[in-house]
């Protein structure tokens, strides 16, 4: 594939896409949802909203900082699954 070089556009034009028009889609809904219902989970087959949030920072760590951008992949995506509790929601989108 390319070089770390060629890849760095592509790296700005994804993390402006994702903090230009993502995040801000996620902010709103977080600011719409019932306090508690940030981990809820109706039933075992569905993940929470904070599981979204987990998930979609563990993708962009894994796929861009790593993939792209050279940065250490630590990701444990089963954990992300896994989590039925963490931090507050606002604290879940900083991070991503």
Request: glycine content about 12%.
């Amino acid at each position: 594939m390319g070089d770390t070089l060629s890849a760095r556009p592509l790296v700005r034009d994804m993390a402006g896409y994702l903090r230009e028009t993502y995040v801000p889609r996620l902010a709103r809904a977080l600011a719409v949802l019932p306090p508690g219902d940030l981990w809820w989970r109706p039933h075992a087959g569905v993940i929470s909203f904070g599981t979204v949030l987990l998930h979609l920072t563990g993708n962009v760590r894994q796929w861009i900082c790593a993939g792209l951008g050279g940065a250490p992949d630590g990701r444990d995506r089963a954990a992300e699954f896994a989590a039925t509790d963490g931090p507050e929601g606002a604290v879940l989108l900083e991070r991503l």
